[in-house]
């Protein structure tokens, strides 16, 4: 095959990889399955060519690995290549779909991450799982409480305001105290790890020159200056602002036909995890301007006039998306 391959899908799994291999006038040269120990032998004895692969569990990890061979590789979303799939499914037409969807001119593309821009992504994963975790436990004794007839304000710190009190009036059964008192140990060292990955993820912002940038822009912290340059890496696989804030679903989703355009609401696609870090950022900036303070207040407040809040903050978010992309190409905003 030296000489011939152009374009290739793989179709990733836990061990067993289907490879579908097509040369420049997409004529079939190879398909096969291999095993995980031997992919990187194989490809390290094919010609450099144009390697597709669906972004999922394993995606980062083999495209890094493909692209220090020599190949020219591609992630895509796998809900824009099953139209490319023409038969049923299984590997093999995977596959081969893949590898008809990654030689669209028009195809969209997954940004390949570093392994340093994954170990951030874990950490803000390990941290949301902290903080989901501590409001079950909330949650969970708020529910305990009220069987018996106990009921504690919202939030966090009511709880821990609140609690020691009520389990020193002695009220409660012996054994429900025990349960609390554990729930409470619990929650303390749910707490303290949150509080030091939260740590951790500020010091890398502060020592990372695109995230010091980023943390310039109004109401945008450590954790969502991290987030963008894990995420997005760079601005160059965006053309402008725009297109960055579309990818993150900030715009509004089209319904238009006949030539009227209609729209609705944003589109949510993209990263739900750094959307929702930057709604937060503009809720903060929204703040600020109702207590007359920010560089945005202006703008805030004519939006504010005709606009919902919430509009206005999703508004502020694209906003942010777009000035996060100027500052990561290196434009003045």
């Not at 899908?9 to 120990?37: F, M, P, W, Y």
């Not at 436990?137 to 305001?161: C, D, T, Y």
Request: glycine letters at 6%; charged letters at 25%; proline letters at 3%.
């Amino acid at each position: 095959m030296k000489g011939l391959a152009s374009y290739c899908g793989i179709d990733i799994a836990k061990q067993v990889i289907s490879i579908h291999i097509e040369n420049s006038d997409h004529q079939v040269i190879c398909r096969k399955n291999l095993t995980r120990s031997k992919v990187l032998t194989f490809f390290s004895n094919l010609p450099a060519c144009l390697i597709g692969i669906e972004s999922c569990g394993g995606s980062q990890y083999w495209a890094r690995e493909l692209m220090k061979l020599g190949h020219d590789v591609r992630l895509m979303n796998a809900r824009f290549i099953v139209p490319y799939r023409r038969k049923g499914k299984n590997d093999a037409n995977d596959a081969e779909a893949i590898c008809e969807a990654v030689t669209r001119p028009h195809m969209r593309f997954v940004s390949i991450k570093s392994e340093q821009q994954q170990s951030i992504l874990m950490m803000h994963r390990l941290r949301e799982q902290c903080v989901s975790q501590r409001r079950a436990l909330i949650n969970q004794m708020h529910g305990f409480l009220l069987e018996f007839g106990n009921s504690l304000p919202k939030g966090a710190k009511a709880v821990h305001r609140n609690m020691q009190a009520i389990l020193d009036e002695e009220k409660l059964p012996s054994l429900a105290v025990e349960m609390l008192h554990n729930q409470m140990v619990a929650l303390a060292q749910v707490e303290e790890r949150e509080s030091v990955l939260t740590k951790r993820i500020t010091q890398w912002a502060e020592s990372n020159e695109q995230a010091k940038a980023l943390l310039a822009l109004e109401g945008v912290g450590p954790l969502t200056a991290s987030a963008i340059v894990a995420t997005a890496g760079s601005a160059k696989p965006f053309k402008n602002g725009r297109q960055f804030a579309a990818w993150l679903g900030l715009v509004p989703k089209q319904r238009s036909s006949g030539g009227k355009a209609k729209l609705g609401g944003i589109t949510k696609t993209g990263d739900s995890y750094l959307r929702k870090l930057l709604v937060q950022s503009a809720r903060t900036v929204l703040l600020m301007a109702n207590r007359g303070r920010g560089k945005n207040k202006e703008w805030v407040d004519q939006l504010v006039e005709r606009r919902p809040t919430n509009v206005v903050a999703i508004a502020m978010a694209a906003k942010q998306a777009r000035m996060a992309w100027a500052v990561m190409a290196g434009k003045v905003v």
